[in-house]
């Protein structure tokens, strides 16, 4: 109940990485050139990616279960924009479906842990350097991975993954569990 929660759109709630790729094949756009990746985000017709593209895990039903559940602060939708066509087309598509979320987007090239506050708060991407990059400020992360299976805690996998790892936005439920349910207390003795 204490904690904001920030959800990624592409990699997370839309598999449009994927869909944006396949058309990048089909022009003849170099995917191993950041400068014509770039060029194509800043170009492409968002309301046609979006449309094409699938909803990753039911993510959309799954947002508004987690506000039903009253379990966070306030839940909001934090995306990357290239262009303001794409900021505003992601706001009137994602905004109707969700209640009481809305969409913040940013430009590319700012940290979303500068724009919102990440102290003691969640966020939810598909990309592990904003991940960590949120957890440096004070966050808590949470990577999202379509290829795992159930949710996989801290330190799990090694000692430098310091976040949680899902595949299902439901899961964060059980996130806020593991948060809220106190460690045991280690014994000392002198
Ligand atoms: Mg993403």
């Given amino acids: 109940m204490n904690r904001d929660l920030y959800i990624d759109c592409d990699g997370v709630i839309y598999d449009s990485v ?4 396949l ?17 194509y985000f800043r170009n492409c017709n968002w309301e046609k990616l979006l449309r ?4 990753l ?7 508004n279960k987690l506000v039903d559940s009253w379990m966070f602060l306030s839940i909001h939708v934090l995306t990357h924009v290239s ?8 706001t009137e598509l994602l905004e109707p479906q969700m ?3 809305d969409v913040i987007t940013l430009p590319l090239g700012y940290a979303k842990e500068k724009v919102v506050n990440p102290v003691d708060n969640i966020l939810v991407d598909d990309s592990l350097s904003k991940v960590k990059a949120w957890i440096k400020a004070g966050g808590i992360g949470v990577l999202f991975r379509s290829d795992v299976q159930g949710i996989i805690t801290p330190f799990e996998i090694s000692d430098d993954q ?3 790892i899902i595949n ?23």
Avoid: C, W
């Fill in 57 to 63: 895990n039911d993510s959309i039903n799954k947002i």
């Fill in 52 to 55: 094409d593209a699938n909803i």
């Fill in 18 to 21: 994927k869909e944006a790729f």
């Fill in 83 to 90: 262009s303001f066509y794409e900021a505003i087309y992601k």
């Fill in 168 to 190: 299902d936005l439901y899961d964060l439920l059980k996130v806020q569990h593991i948060l809220n349910t106190p460690k045991p207390k280690t014994k000392t003795y002198n």
């Fill in 162 to 164: 310091d976040y949680f």
């Fill in 99 to 101: 209640n009481r979320v």
């Fill in 23 to 39: 058309e990048m094949k089909s022009l003849g756009i170099d995917t191993t050139n950041q400068d014509q990746i770039t060029e």
